[in-house]
């Protein structure tokens, strides 16, 4: 269960990764352990030296990484983010990511399966789309003593045998409680960034509909609430309209499919629902300043 990546140049032909009907490379977390016959719920590996994912990709499962010592770059879903020592970066299914980290690295990383991906959200108490926005924490010297402990208990744990399962997903817990706590010391105005249940469950109705439907009366109705009341929430837990949230939506999903994807642009704009090329192009060009073309090249 135990793994030390210290690899130079990782590639994507390099696992078995499984290709889903939208056509994204996808790495499963039993691509990455030794016995494959064997269930993974988690693995923990260790980040030593120079490291780089040069195609980007995607997981079917979450990824914590607490770096101790780091200089780089990771991008996440098309954002850049700078790796410094003592931070926190957090990758979630199915989110597109790649990295460049310079030699020297010291850190560690959980991979999460998605079930228990699930059972750990609660734990994180402020709204997945938060974390989404900042996957990168910076933590104090107490945080991150904290954290590397119980890093390095679920990697000792990990080694008895049998395993005690119960205790590792109790300990994983236990890592979303504690980081849960420095984006508070971060952040004290803190309440803006708590996770309103009906604003999760809109957030859920996009990932689910965004294909098919647009409009803000749709999610209202299934939420059973009016579509101002719903804007009143995105506005309140994220400074963000209804409308807006379903659009970035869209244009994430747009990125992933023209960088990650082998689809053509008239395939992308057949997938995501849109009339034809040209809507496509100019609703593509108003949020970026790129035509579909440039951005995918």
């Known amino acids: 269960m135990i793994n030390c990546i210290n690899f130079t140049n990782f590639?994507?032909?390099?696992?078995?990764?499984?290709?889903?009907?939208?056509?994204?490379?996808?790495?499963?977390?039993?691509?990455?352990k030794d016995d494959h016959s064997l269930e993974a719920h988690l693995l923990f590996n260790e980040l030593y030296g120079e490291r780089s994912i040069d195609d980007p990709h995607k997981h079917d499962f979450f990824i914590i990484n607490i770096f101790e010592k780091a200089k780089g770059?990771?991008?996440?879903?098309?954002?850049?983010?700078?790796?410094?020592?003592?931070q926190i970066h957090l990758v979630f299914p199915d989110q597109v990511h790649q990295w460049d980290i310079e030699a020297g690295t010291i850190g560690?990383?959980?991979?999460?399966?998605r079930d228990?991906?699930?059972?750990?959200?609660?734990?994180?108490r402020f709204s997945q789309l938060f974390y989404q926005n900042h996957p990168v924490i910076d933590l104090s010297d107490t945080s991150f003593e904290f954290l590397v402990y119980e890093f390095?208990?679920?990697?000792?744990?990990?080694?008895?045998?049998?395993i005690f399962w119960e205790m590792i997903q109790k300990r994983s817990e236990m890592i979303g409680l504690l980081i849960s706590e420095a984006v508070e010391f971060i952040f004290k105005n803190d309440?803006?960034?708590?996770?309103?249940?009906v604003?999760?469950?809109?957030?859920?109705?996009?990932?689910?509909?965004?294909?098919?439907?647009r409009s803000v009366s749709f999610y209202a109705e299934k939420l059973n609430i009016s579509p101002?009341?719903?804007?009143?929430?995105?506005?309140?837990?994220?400074?963000?309209?209804?409308?807006s949230l379903i659009q970035d939506r869209i244009l994430l999903e747009a990125k992933r499919l023209l960088k990650v994807s082998e689809k053509s642009v008239k395939d992308i704009v057949f997938d995501l629902g849109f009339y034809d090329q040209a809507s496509f192009s100019k609703f593509f060009k108003s949020q970026t300043g790129m035509t579909p073309s440039q951005f995918k090249e």
């Open 11 to 32: 590639k994507q032909k390099s696992f078995g990764m499984s290709r889903r009907s939208d056509y994204f490379p996808v790495l499963g977390i039993q691509d990455f």
């Open 152 to 162: 390095k208990t679920i990697k000792k744990l990990l080694n008895d045998e049998p």
């Open 228 to 243: 101002n009341y719903l804007n009143i929430i995105c506005k309140k837990s994220i400074n963000s309209s209804a409308s």
């Open 73 to 86: 770059n990771h991008t996440i879903d098309f954002v850049d983010y700078e790796v410094k020592d003592y």
């Open 199 to 213: 604003f999760s469950k809109f957030l859920n109705l996009i990932d689910e509909h965004f294909k098919e439907e």
């Open 191 to 197: 309440e803006q960034y708590h996770s309103n249940p």
């Open 116 to 124: 228990w991906f699930e059972s750990l959200i609660p734990t994180l």
């Open 108 to 113: 560690y990383q959980l991979m999460i399966s």
